[in-house]
């Protein structure tokens, strides 16, 4: 019988693959919010935020998983200390944390923060699994329509990706919810590597836009390591199976 699961970040994209899956896995499923909502078809909703640690002592009380997929921008470190401390406190037996790949790498505020967040969970006495996985397919879609509002869209040469769909990863994450904890596993990408170029181009064919696309250079330390696909992983990595192009089918085409 599988227990409660305390999901934080249920209502964004990754958040609304996974509760469906634990609720149809049997689990009794607690979702953390900011705002109040009804419980409904196997979920119970509670009140509480992670950046001021507000609430977060009830929400994690008699949870034996915690399911940890809210992020954004800036904070993660400071939401993680605070949902691992209470954690550790409740004698949670299983703490998942959904990271990016490359997280170490990249000298980003966003990939520090997240390394912050790995190191938080690892070291938080609370038995864990981390797994990095590459950009999502729906965060790449929003970043080329946001470009192609542009008459000539700015292209960094050298640069690719791997994204990778988000039901991919909820399927995975559920997976190891329901598992024993393993520590950091391997990371999760999609099938396919991509040129930025080609991604941008998918999206003009498929959406009927014409644009110029201009090659430019990203400089710096950071253009350097994308360059030499910091941002991607081969060794021991699994490998979604929802393609960016079936992606783009079923939200553009």
Do not use: C
């Amino acid at each position: 019988m599988v227990g409660t699961i305390l999901v934080t970040g249920g209502t964004g994209t990754l958040g609304r693959q996974v509760v469906p899956l634990l609720v149809g896995a049997g689990a009794k499923v607690r979702l953390l919010s900011r705002k109040a909502h009804e419980s409904a078809a196997g979920v119970e909703y509670v009140v509480g935020d992670l950046l001021q640690g507000d609430g977060v002592a009830a929400a994690v009380a008699g949870a034996e998983v915690v399911l940890h997929l809210a992020g954004g921008p800036k904070g993660d470190d400071v939401a993680t200390g605070h949902l691992t401390e209470a954690a550790a406190r409740a004698g949670v037996r299983h703490l998942v944390f959904i990271s990016v790949i490359a997280a170490h790498k990249i000298p980003l505020g966003y990939y520090k923060t997240k390394t912050a967040a790995e190191q938080i969970v690892a070291t938080s006495g609370v038995p864990w699994t981390t797994l990095r996985a590459a950009q999502f397919h729906d965060l790449a879609l929003t970043a080329v329509r946001m470009l192609a509002k542009l008459p000539v869209v700015p292209v960094p040469r050298g640069v690719r990706s791997q994204p990778v769909d988000a039901r991919d990863v909820a399927a995975r994450l559920v997976e190891l919810a329901l598992a024993e904890p393993a520590g950091l596993v391997p990371d999760l990408a999609g099938p396919t590597v991509y040129e930025l170029a080609e991604v941008l181009r998918d999206y003009l064919r498929a959406s009927g836009k014409r644009r110029l696309l201009l090659p430019v250079r990203w400089p710096g330390k950071t253009g350097k390591l994308y360059r030499a696909g910091a941002n991607l992983t081969f060794d021991g990595t699994q490998l979604g199976q929802r393609t960016w192009e079936q992606f783009l089918a079923e939200q553009v085409g």
